[in-house]
């Protein structure tokens, strides 16, 4: 998977969430049984689900990149294959893997590329190392089930996969945890909005694409109950328009999702993107955010329209 010998770079995306990782941690671990020298990072801070899974397991959270790193490492992605959403160049990038959609990564040689249509990058960590005939330990495991349960909503997100769904069942019994107590204890911690800024909870998992030639920008954060974004609603609107001045976006979109109802409050940032939101969501107009039914995922139900629109 290597193009050398030199050390390999786990690393997931900007904006790290719970799936990105703990897949890099275990695929780095995947890769030090088949001989290679690796580890994982972090690509920025992590969020407070993210903390809650390692300080449950009993495991210190990978160290941050460092710049040094980013200019002279060989890096393999998880859980992203976009490069606006990667902290890596493309001549640094040994290898993909990934379930999201295909962004167009071009590379000067041939690398490692697997590209899946499952509920979580941790789903395919699982399946590798079950093709592989290798043995998972009980902290891999629980760190893979977090990673199914944070990117499936705990197998309700319309992404998930028949894989997704046996994996979670082996990996409770590996790992030796209740999947259903262990996603309360993460989606309450998810939910958790204490000390962070609105700009900051925007900028928590925040993807940036290019869509028919459009620097476009989606912003989620999921949580047990809306109530805080209703109450939060004009403030943000205001850091919204905040962070598409400072990043120089075309379009800004932000969506809050109910983890339990399945529905999103949908903030578009200022009068294109709300003419945006009404002509390709046709969710009900509340007043500086639109709710949209039956809307769970960024990856499934947001982007592609968005993409189709702008002509991605």
Not at 59 to 74: R, S, Y
Not at 117 to 140: A, Q
Not at 245 to 265: H, M, P, R, V
Not at 266 to 273: D, I, T, W
Request: charged share 30%; net charge negative; with cysteine.
């Amino acid at each position: 998977m290597s193009k050398n010998t030199e050390e390999i770079i786990v690393v997931g995306h900007k904006s790290p969430d719970t799936d990105s990782v703990v897949s890099a941690l275990v695929f780095a671990n995947f890769l030090k049984q088949e001989g290679k020298e690796a580890r994982s990072v972090v690509a920025g801070d992590a969020n407070k689900e993210t903390e809650l899974v390692f300080s449950f397991l009993k495991e210190k959270l990978p160290e941050t990149v460092k710049e040094d790193e980013i200019k002279k490492g060989e890096f393999f992605l998880v859980d992203h294959n976009d490069l606006s959403q990667s902290i890596a160049k493309k001549d640094k990038i040994c290898g993909v893997l990934d379930h999201h959609l295909l962004s167009g990564v071009k590379t000067d040689e041939t690398i490692f590329f697997r590209i899946e249509p499952v509920g979580s990058t941790s789903t395919l960590v699982y399946k590798m190392m079950k093709e592989r005939g290798m043995e998972i330990s009980e902290k891999e495991a629980g760190f893979l089930l977090a990673g199914i349960i944070s990117d499936t909503l705990n197998l309700n997100s319309p992404t998930t996969s028949c894989e997704d769904v046996d994996f979670y069942y082996e990996l409770q019994e590996i790992a030796k945890i209740n999947g259903s107590e262990f996603a309360e204890k993460m989606f309450e911690a998810k939910s958790d909005f204490s000390g962070k800024s609105l700009k900051e909870i925007v900028l928590g998992d925040f993807k940036e694409y290019e869509f028919g030639g459009k620097k476009v920008a989606i912003g989620v954060c999921e949580a047990t109950s809306l109530g805080y974004f209703e109450k939060k609603k004009k403030a943000i609107k205001d850091a919204l328009k905040e962070i598409k001045k400072e990043k120089q976006i075309d379009a800004l979109f932000f969506g809050a999702i109910n983890i339990i109802s399945q529905n999103a409050y949908f903030f578009p940032a200022e009068e294109n993107e709300e003419k945006v939101a009404k002509e390709v969501f046709k969710g009900e107009d509340k007043g500086d955010f639109f709710l949209l039914e039956n809307i769970a995922s960024r990856k499934k139900q947001i982007a592609p329209p968005l993409s189709k629109y702008y002509g991605g």
